[in-house]
């Protein structure tokens, strides 16, 4: 059994950063493969960003791509998303996931374990 636990979340101004934490427990980040998603007052949740087993590979949602970055830290079984250059629609709850698969995904149902989220604020 994996279990997650996600920091990190905040009130933040339009344009600012911050960092999220998952750490994992119960098995190593070198045999699951990692991802995150949000979701917005009113909306489904999304995917955000997915990096593969052994901080291989990373993907990220287009709405993302050039302001948020997943790594992780095997040391401290841990997978950060640094998000920069936030914007109000980046408001939502972050859930960090694990998958037993060797790749990852931007489906949901890939992901078997999931933390209880974080939330993220961003004024205007």
């Known amino acids: 059994q994996v279990q997650l636990v996600e920091s990190g979340g905040g009130l933040v101004q339009a344009g600012g950063s911050l960092r999220l934490s998952c750490v994992a427990s119960?098995?190593?980040?070198?045999?699951?493969?990692m991802g995150w998603f949000r979701r917005a007052p009113g909306k489904e949740r999304e995917f955000v960003a997915r990096?593969?087993?052994?901080?291989?590979?990373?993907y990220y949602a287009d709405s993302v791509r050039g302001r948020f970055t997943i790594s992780t830290d095997n040391a401290k079984n841990t997978v950060y998303l640094q998000l920069n250059s936030l914007k109000p629609e980046d408001t939502a709850i972050y859930y960090c996931?694990?998958?037993?698969?060797?790749?990852?995904?931007?489906?949901?149902?890939?992901?078997?374990?999931w933390g209880q989220g974080t939330q993220v604020t961003v004024s205007s």
């Open positions: 996931a694990a998958s037993d698969a060797p790749y990852g995904s931007e489906y949901e149902s890939r992901y078997r374990y």
């Open positions: 119960g098995r190593t980040l070198s045999s699951l493969t």
């Open positions: 990096i593969n087993r052994n901080g291989g590979s990373s």
